[in-house]
């Protein structure tokens, strides 16, 4: 692990150089999903639901990818230090998690230590994972759970195992929690398949139903996240086209060729950057996962080279009619997703594990009579992780390099405009959303929402525009008195019954007024006035996320009867149990009159 360890730093490292810059291409939105929960808590006392700065409004904790630091272990860097710090150690953790997790998953195969790390280090180290942050795709640090999950899940497939499907379940649900906005489909879709090829291979229903257990924990554990997500994405569907196409001689090039970086492209590729294709591990190491594919032998392996074999396939797109991606994509939320290179971070996390399951039988023989012959193995290891750190390393410096002016001040009323106000010092291609957020600015044409979610939030600078609140329908005027980001108190002065009342923002279904559904004018929210009304109160909570909570209860509920009822309540429960059991007289304290 102190190698891994230094694997790691060697790669990350140049992102802690300096701790005063921001990150470049997706960083700016990446960052500003994170925000919206620090300026909710601290700044209003309230949950992070709603992002009023995004695009003219948008919802945040009900996009899989905002307001992913709430549930989080790093809540409290954001809420307490420079959202620039956090970030980094939001990374650095992710990655270190995912080093760990593979090193346990790769343990499940071997009593070797070298060949865990060699797993390891495939997986956390490799080109692929250094483009993915340093470009902004935090929503790739969330495979960090993948190697999680199929530890779990692969000891539970034992008798007794109940628990470790439990464990899985809790994996996939925090890869949802997070942000996985593909890594949970994913581990989804490989974990399926690891229990169904399992079940044939071992001629057992044990997978299966451990399957249903960690998908049943998965999604009761998830739900607060995942249905207001789901509501969400009903009223703004993302379909997304992919028929990006590449061939095994391109795959090839992107394992092998040294020199890595966004911007450059040393093959082909069919569209974007190369830091959604690249993914060296080198040589050596990709003549170990040929040997491992060809050569080994088990129920576990084969199934872990099926799926490994099938996510290359994925991994290589449309190149037909009834390719496995092309037959993919027409599935619900995989029709979502695109640039299928991205299963060949799965493809070597698995095919890595194959290689060492094939090799471990011989070697951990030898390791039992000669435990330091494990440290002769850890020399091509060591070189391993050498050359993965520092090809890494050229992308990683490149992440971090955008500036922000030294004073944003804080506008005292919130607007929205139609560009952003305030910009990085050299600008990237994106409009940055971050910096208006710290001037208290909204930015209608924004990057990072769905092209499907109606816009009706007017700019300042539009000659529609009336204020933040408007009457619509006859005389009379109205104005914001309070405000926070997820409501809006509105004083309404000389309108008649029956006219309405529009708040400037972007209309979602979960806006409230007066406790029931807003309506919805021209795409932003309102609502229609009462005889007499002079105050309307506008409020965004997720519709869904009552019934979330109540599955989640449940599902915890479900998790603690099975743990009383397999292990017993204990000492202390047994005590409890019988206090209750007895007569009411037999309750008073010692020393109490009778």
């Not at 990350?12 to 700016?28: A, K, N």
């Not at 307001?67 to 790093?74: G, K």
């Not at 890595?352 to 399951?357: N, P, Q």
Request: with cysteine; net charge positive.
């Amino acid at each position: 692990m102190v190698l891994l360890g230094w694997g790691l730093w060697r790669m990350l490292q140049p992102m802690v150089e300096r701790w005063d810059t921001y990150g470049f291409h997706d960083w700016d939105v990446a960052t500003a999903y994170r925000y919206i929960t620090r300026v909710s808590l601290r700044d209003h006392g309230e949950l992070p639901f709603w992002n009023p700065w995004l695009c003219g409004g948008f919802p945040a904790f009900g996009y899989i990818e905002g307001a992913t630091n709430l549930i989080s272990p790093y809540l409290p860097f954001y809420l307490f230090l420079d959202v620039r710090t956090a970030f980094r150690i939001e990374v650095i953790g992710a990655t270190a998690t995912a080093v760990v997790g593979a090193y346990c998953f790769g343990r499940r195969f071997t009593r070797s230590a070298a060949l865990a790390a060699f797993v390891a280090a495939l997986f956390a180290l490799n080109g692929r994972w250094a483009l993915q942050l340093t470009t902004g795709h935090t929503w790739h640090l969330q495979f960090c759970w993948l190697p999680w999950a199929l530890f779990a899940f692969d000891r539970a497939k034992e008798r007794g195992g109940d628990g470790s499907a439990i464990l899985a379940g809790l994996f996939v649900a925090l890869t949802a929690w997070f942000g996985g906005i593909y890594p949970l489909p994913y581990t989804a879709l490989v974990l399926t398949g690891y229990a169904l090829l399992l079940a044939v291979q071992l001629g057992s229903w044990r997978p299966l139903a451990m399957l249903v257990v960690a998908g049943g924990v998965a999604a009761g554990l998830a739900a607060p996240k995942l249905l207001p997500v789901a509501d969400t994405m009903a009223s703004a569907p993302r379909v997304i086209e992919s028929k990006e196409v590449i061939g095994l001689g391109e795959l090839v090039v992107m394992l092998v060729n040294r020199g890595q970086r966004f911007g450059e492209l040393p093959v082909r590729v069919p569209a974007y950057n190369w830091h959604e294709w690249g993914i060296y591990i080198g040589s050596a190491p990709l003549l170990a996962l040929g040997l491992g594919v060809l050569f080994a032998r088990g129920p576990r392996e084969q199934a872990l080279r099926a799926l490994g074999l099938g996510a290359l396939l994925l991994g290589l797109g449309a190149f037909h009619p009834q390719a496995p991606w092309t037959l993919l994509h027409r599935a619900p939320v995989f029709s979502s997703l695109h640039v299928p290179s991205r299963f060949h971070v799965v493809m070597v996390l698995l095919l890595a594990t194959v290689f060492v399951a094939w090799v471990a039988a011989p070697v951990d023989r030898l390791i039992r009579r000669l435990p330091w012959l494990d440290l002769l193995l850890l020399l091509p290891v060591v070189a391993m992780v050498v050359d993965l750190g520092t090809e890494s390393r050229r992308s990683v410096r490149q992440a971090f390099w955008m500036e922000a002016p030294a004073v944003v001040e804080a506008a005292p009323v919130f607007e929205h405009h139609r560009a952003p106000l305030v910009q990085y010092r050299r600008r990237d291609w994106a409009t940055p959303v971050l910096l208006p957020m710290f001037a208290n600015q909204g930015v209608i044409d924004c990057y990072g929402i769905p092209a499907s979610f109606p816009r009706g939030a007017l700019a300042v600078e539009d000659r529609r525009y009336r204020g933040m609140a408007e009457i619509v329908g006859g005389p009379g005027r109205a104005t914001v008195t309070e405000w926070s980001p997820n409501h809006a108190v509105v004083r309404v002065e000389g309108a008649s019954e029956g006219a309405v009342v529009v708040y400037n923002m972007n209309y979602e279904r979960s806006w409230w007024a007066r406790g029931v559904p807003a309506l919805e004018h021209e795409h932003r929210v309102a609502a229609l006035l009462g005889p007499g009304e002079t105050t309307v109160v506008f409020r965004y909570w997720p519709r869904r996320l009552g019934a979330g909570v109540l599955i989640c209860l449940a599902t915890l509920g479900a998790i603690g009867i099975w743990q009383w009822r397999r292990r017993g309540v204990g000492p202390l429960g047994a005590r409890a149990l019988a206090w209750l059991r007895r007569p009411a007289k037999g309750r008073r304290r010692a020393g109490a009159p009778p």
